[in-house]
Structure formats: structure tokens, C-alpha cells
């Protein structure tokens, strides 16, 4: 809302706003569009204002940590190809002059604003000018919310991948964890004493916007610095300040002191969720390295690799994950790993005498003596504890255990029955894209009816241990042949718990959920005191790989209760009743289409049909106007639907559907054949059909930041922010 009121920019919006009644439900309708790009905008602009190193103000602080610079905004036109026949490079440079000019009716509500940089709401305002210019082309030009909308779904097929990181899918996945709050808990005192000290070392008298109660971004890179994590090669300073900017959650509707504060600062909570974010990118030693070297922590080896920097270098180059891989291990383990190493460094430069023996924990004091020591120029050589004598040779150790583990890892891929086919140069790959997981007896690695998303779609290998495929059923006292199957495990009184299988080394499992984007068929148990897999999500598997499904034979056929579940999942099929769906499901014939295959294309008028997925992946993909640009709206796999406005409507077909897997396996009905076999219209059973792009409703409201409380743990105090953003 505040960037409409900018140069004239509302009237602008209104004017392009054909059919809509008034002014302001023209802005409405802007603003709601612009909040249904929220997190492509804002991800582009969190990584803009990283991309150039700016340097450092006298008391520290990074220069341009919050701010677009023009170099930057080039670069994101350059990157996302901005620069079209309507809008060439010249009209983008008025565009940063226009946007950049001081606003007369808005600078005293905007004091924080750089002269020569965009903050947030310009670069809003700079989107909705350039969306206007590049397809504003006819009068028959669409409206300008449509624009705007077809400018940000061109920008997310051409942003880089750091710029489209979902923090709360991160947090999801890594932070909500028992088993992380654990290590937090156990850790908390030191993390305190990290954060008190390091949020209060940037002082500066004539800064409005400091906060003794958060850290800022340039205290955060001093941290960073000083446990040397740039020192060592293990991030980047680019990565160090996105690594920040991820773990804030804010919601800020002005740009008063205070909220400038809050958007510009970590809190502790914040904080915790940043040293997750470290532990899960950074080379730290899995389990199985320590072991084979003999140490008792990860902080022992990296100090043993410290000793001579180009073994140090290769081990960063090896175990490195980056921002694409997972971590090498669970990232409670990874977190302990990184967190050991943190106390080993800072315990082995401060004064025995002073501070006692080493407890694990660090207190004020000794954080405070190591920052300064840090502060007059010591490297961290100085500072990490050399090994004692009796692990002289430790740095041979360390050099051999990577190479072992790898080598048993590998003969164990090897034996799998579907990598047989593989060549070594292709298991090293799959080796360092999978993750260790190791699970205690009577452990859950998933449970039946968990659901195949992007948080539990891991597919497991076994490397040693034992486990259990367990069943849920139906189960009936009086069946002779059921009370005597020695695979029922538990009976209760009208089900049962089946062992389906009994799985060992070298065996497999997950694959189907994975294939077939369906909840979990059964459960798998562990049943050895040690159970130690390698797992890896579709999406690695298939970024290294290729296609799941060209590797992994589906074996699998959906059973009726699976189609039906599927289909009763499709919000045009909410008002049917469970007999409907049955005789639906009778109804639809399965459509097969080969890779690269166009399902159907743009505007087709012929086309009636309806489709449901059950196996593979397509795109739906629409050329935006007259400006030629194709962007791929969604990426649909199984249990997604497509064709319903033609099927509703009669309208042309509105995208694109192009097959992107090997196969494209659907269960489709025609308009004529569902009226038949339901017995009568086909909008007397469904819903209405959303369009492709369309924005929300100009009453659609943003939601509200809930304030978070102090707590002392991450699974506690984060997750209360998941629903969180930082507002327009």
C-alpha cells in the first residue's frame, strides 16, 4: 500500500485497471496481487541486497545489508532478462531514476530510505512500473494486476535458486525437531553467552536503529568471522548475510524506528535458527569418521585438520553441502557436530586458571576473552586446542577415515539390486548426496499414512541393521487362516499389525510413496540396536540422477482405495458423495502420454476433458500476452488434476500442459461421459474452477504478525512464527 502512494504510481495502476469500479479497489486489487508473489519478491530482493560486498562502516556494520544498490538492481534485470522490445534498457533506467527521486508526501514517513538504493516498497513500486511498461502494449492490454502477475511468474523462472529458498519449509524440515530442541536445551547456556556478547559489540551513539536486544547483521558476520567459518573456506561472506536474512520473521507495516529495529536485527530465536542453518551447509565429520579416528567430538578432528590447511582445504571441498544438498547426517547431529566445534575453539584460548577445567559450556567470560583476542588479529590456529599426545598421528586418521567410510559406503550402494547397474563415477555421486540417518530399536523410520511430501519424501538404503515392514489392517477374530498367519504381529479387536516384510543389509524401502505421491502404505520399524541407512529425498535423487522412475521399476498399481482417495482430494469433486465417486472412478479411462508430449496446448477450443494424475510429472506452461514470454506456472505430479476450466467452462484452454517425466500416466473423463454417468449437469456437482494466475479477492486481507514470546528453545519459540511474514 505505502509503495502506491509513490510518484503518482496509484494512478497509473488505476488507469490500467479496465472494469474496475473505483481507484481505491484498483489498489486493492494491486496489493493483493503483489501479496501473492510475496515470497518470489522478497526472496529477490533478500538477495539482491547481498549479491555486491559493500563494506563496513566504521563501527561494523555491513553498508547496503538492507538497501537495493543500482549495480544490484542491473544485475536482477540482467538475470531475470528485464529488458524487452517494450521496455527497453533505457526505460529501465527511468524506471531506478523515478522510483529512487524523493517523494515529498512520503519522506517524513520514510527517514531510513537511501538516496541512491531502493528499500523494499521502491522495489515494489519498481516491479508494478515495469510489469506496466512491458505489457501495457494495446488497448486490449490486460489488467494490470494480470501484468504484475506475469512479470513476478517470468521472474521465478529466471531467479537463482538462493532467491527462492522457503524458510518456512526449512524450518519445517530441520528446525521443529525433539531431537534439535534437545541439543538447544543442552547447549542453551553457551548459545546465550554467544548472543549476549556478539548482539552488544557494534556500538555506535548516532545509530537510531541499534538494539542491545538483537544482533545485527554486521554483528552476525563478526561472529561468523570469528569462529572461522570464512577463515576455513566453510561460507562465504554472500552466504553468511543470506544465512541471516533467512532467519529473521518479521511483519513490518511502517517504517518507524522500532520497526526498522525489529526488521534489521536477530533475536535469540533467530539466532538459534541461524546456527541450524550453519550445521546444515557447513564440512562437519559424520558419526562414523569420529569413530573410526577414535575422537570424541567433531571438535577434536576439525582442530586435527586445522594443523595443516591443505588437508583442512580438501576436507571443506569433500564434505561441504551447500544450499542444494542435505546434510551429511541428521541435522541434530550436524547441530552437535557444529556446536562442539564452536566450544572447542573458544575453550582452548581462554586461561585454564581462570575459568576451571573444560565443561562443554561456555560462559560470558570466556566468549568475551575470545572475541578479544579475535579483535587484536589471533587466527584461529592460535585457538583451537591442539591435540594432546597421545593422538599425535590423529591428523593420519582423520586424513584415512573419510576415504574408509566413503569406500564401505559405497560397497554398500553397490550391492543394492537397482544400482547394480551403475558406475562407480555415478554411487560416489549418490554417496555424497545421501544422508546418513541412524535409528535406535524399536524407532520408526516413517509410519503408515505419513504423508509423501517434501518434509518425509526420503527413500532409504540399508547399510547395517535390521527393520521391520509393518501393516495396519483390518483383521477378523473369527478367520482360522488370519489367527494362525505368523506375519500378524499385534491383534486388537477388528485390526491388526502385519510384518509385510523383513528388511537387512542392503535392502530398500520408501520407494513407493515416492513414485506415487501417495501417504505412506505401511510403517518401517527398526528392529537392531542399531540401525544405520542412507536416505535421500526424490528431489536430490532426481537433480543427480535423473527421473526416480527411470531408475526405481514401479511396481506399484494404485489399489481402488487409492484412486478413490485421490480423487476425493480434487476440489471440483468436493460435493460428491462416496457412491459418485465410485462410479466416476468406473467412468475414467487412462490416458497415456510419452515425455516432451503437449497433453493440450494454449487456447485449444476442441479439448473436454478432465485429467487426474497417477504417475509422472508435467508442467503447465502459458505464453503471457503479446510480449512472448513462456513461463511454467506449476510443475503438476501424482494426485494433481488439470483441464477443469474447459471441462466447467467451455472455455479455451487457458495453459499449456507438457509431459516432463518418461511417462505421464492419467485417469481422464470427458464433459459428455461424466453428465452420462451421473445423470445430469455437470455444475450441479462441482464447484467453481480457479483460473491460472488469478489474485486474490480485493477484500483478501494479509495476515497479521502474532508477537512472539521469549522462550529457550527453538521447537518451542520458532515455530510459534511459521505463520509469519514480513508484511508489505
Not at 561460507?235 to 529473521?248: E, N, P, V, Y
Not at 578432528?301 to 595443516?308: G, I, K
Request: hydrophobic share 40%; net charge negative.
Amino acid at each position: 500500500a505505502f509503495a502506491m502512494q509513490a510518484h503518482g504510481l496509484g494512478d497509473m495502476v488505476a488507469r490500467a485497471s479496465s472494469g474496475v469500479a473505483d481507484r481505491k479497489a484498483a489498489l486493492e486489487l494491486m496489493e493483493a496481487a503483489l501479496a501473492n508473489h510475496l515470497h518470489t519478491l522478497y526472496g529477490a530482493f533478500d538477495y539482491y541486497t547481498s549479491v555486491f560486498d559493500m563494506g563496513k562502516t566504521a563501527e561494523g556494520e555491513i553498508r547496503g545489508a538492507y538497501d537495493m544498490s543500482f549495480n544490484a538492481y542491473l544485475e536482477w534485470i540482467r538475470d531475470c532478462r528485464l529488458s524487452s522490445a517494450a521496455c527497453k534498457a533505457r526505460d529501465l533506467d527511468l524506471i531506478w531514476v523515478q522510483v529512487n527521486a524523493t517523494e515529498d508526501s512520503t519522506a517524513h514517513l520514510d527517514k531510513h530510505n537511501s538516496l541512491n538504493a531502493f528499500n523494499r516498497h521502491e522495489f515494489l513500486q519498481a516491479v508494478v512500473r515495469i510489469a506496466l511498461k512491458t505489457f501495457d502494449t494495446s488497448s486490449a492490454a490486460p489488467s494490470a494486476t494480470q501484468m504484475v502477475d506475469w512479470l513476478c511468474e517470468h521472474m521465478r523462472s529466471r531467479l537463482p535458486k538462493e532467491a527462492l529458498q522457503d524458510s518456512n519449509t526449512f524450518r519445517t524440515k530441520y528446525c521443529y525437531q525433539k531431537r534439535v530442541d534437545t541439543q538447544l536445551r543442552t547447549h542453551r547456556k553457551t548459545l546465550q553467552s554467544l548472543f549476549n556478547f556478539y548482539a552488544k559489540t557494534n556500538v555506535s551513539l548516532e545509530d537510531e536503529l541499534q538494539s542491545g536486544d538483537g544482533m545485527s547483521a554486521g554483528e552476525w558476520i563478526r561472529f561468523v568471522e570469528d569462529i572461522g567459518l570464512l577463515e576455513m573456506g566453510q561460507l562465504t561472506l554472500f552466504g553468511a548475510k543470506m544465512i541471516f536474512k533467512w532467519s529473521r520473521i518479521r511483519a513490518i507495516t511502517d517504517y518507524t524506528d522500532n520497526s526498522e529495529r525489529k526488521l534489521r536485527n536477530l533475536s535469540f530465536e533467530d539466532f538459534m535458527e541461524a546456527l541450524v542453518r550453519i550445521s546444515a551447509v557447513i564440512a562437519l565429520p559424520t558419526d562414523a569418521e569420529l569413530q573410526q579416528v577414535g575422537v570424541d567430538t567433531a571438535g577434536e578432528y576439525l582442530a586435527a585438520l586445522l594443523t595443516n590447511p591443505s588437508e583442512m582445504e580438501a576436507f571443506v571441498v569433500e564434505a561441504k553441502r551447500g544450499w542444494y544438498r542435505p546434510p551429511r547426517e541428521s541435522i541434530d547431529r550436524c547441530l552437535e557436530h557444529f556446536l562442539s566445534w564452536v566450544v572447542h575453539l573458544i575453550e582452548g584460548s581462554t586461561s585454564r586458571k581462570t575459568h576451571g577445567f573444560e565443561d562443554g559450556q561456555l560462559s560470558d567470560a570466556e566468549v568475551t576473552g575470545f572475541a578479544n583476542q579475535r579483535a587484536r588479529g589471533e587466527g584461529i590456529l592460535h585457538h583451537a586446542k591442539a591435540p594432546d599426545a597421545s593422538k599425535l598421528n590423529m591428523l593420519d586418521g582423520v586424513r584415512a577415515a573419510m576415504s574408509i567410510v566413503h569406500d564401505r559406503l559405497i560397497d554398500s550402494l553397490a550391492q543394492v539390486d537397482i544400482f547394480q547397474s551403475m558406475t562407480t563415477a555415478q554411487l560416489t555421486t549418490l554417496c555424497v548426496t545421501m544422508s546418513e540417518m541412524r535409528f535406535s530399536k524399536d524407532d520408526f523410520i516413517f509410519e503408515q499414512d505419513d504423508p509423501a511430501d517434501s518434509m518425509c519424501d526420503k527413500f532409504y538404503v540399508i547399510v547395517s541393521g535390521t527393520a521391520s515392514v509393518l501393516r495396519t489392517e483390518a483383521y477378523s477374530a473369527e478367520s482360522d487362516h488370519e489367527s494362525d498367519d505368523e506375519s500378524i504381529v499385534t491383534k486388537y479387536r477388528d485390526t491388526c499389525i502385519r510384518r509385510l516384510q523383513d528388511l537387512s543389509d542392503g535392502d530398500h524401502f520408501g520407494e513407493r510413496a515416492l513414485l506415487k505421491c501417495t501417504a505412506r502404505f505401511a510403517g518401517v520399524k527398526a528392529t537392531s540396536d542399531n540401525l544405520l541407512t542412507m536416505c535421500i529425498s526424490k528431489d536430490d535423487f532426481e537433480a543427480v540422477l535423473g527421473r526416480l522412475e527411470n531408475l526405481v521399476p514401479d511396481r506399484f498399481a494404485l489399489t481402488d482405495a487409492e484412486v478413490l482417495a485421490l480423487l476425493s482430494k480434487v476440489r471440483l469433486f468436493a460435493q460428491l458423495s462416496a457412491e459418485q465417486l465410485c462410479v466416476l472412478h468406473c467412468a475414467m479411462v487412462e490416458e497415456v502420454f510419452s515425455e516432451d508430449t503437449l497433453v493440450f496446448e494454449q487456447g485449444d477450443i476442441t479439448g473436454n476433458s478432465f485429467y487426474v494424475i497417477t504417475c509422472g510429472e508435467a508442467d503447465v506452461v502459458a505464453t503471457q500476452g503479446g510480449s512472448g514470454f513462456e513461463s511454467v506456472l506449476s510443475r503438476l505430479g501424482p494426485g494433481s488434476y488439470f483441464g477443469e476450466r474447459a471441462l466447467l467452462m467451455r472455455e479455451p484452454r487457458s495453459a499449456s500442459v507438457r509431459v516432463v517425466s518418461r511417462q505421464l500416466r492419467t485417469l481422464a473423463i470427458s464433459r459428455p461421459r461424466f453428465e452420462e454417468v451421473l445423470g445430469g449437469a455437470l455444475t450441479d456437482f462441482m464447484s467453481p474452477a480457479p483460473h491460472y494466475g488469478a489474485v486474490r479477492s480485493p477484500s483478501a486481507k494479509i495476515p497479521s504478525q502474532p508477537k512472539i514470546k521469549s522462550s529457550p528453545s527453538l521447537a518451542s519459540a520458532l515455530q510459534k512464527r511459521q505463520a509469519g511474514y514480513r508484511g508489505l
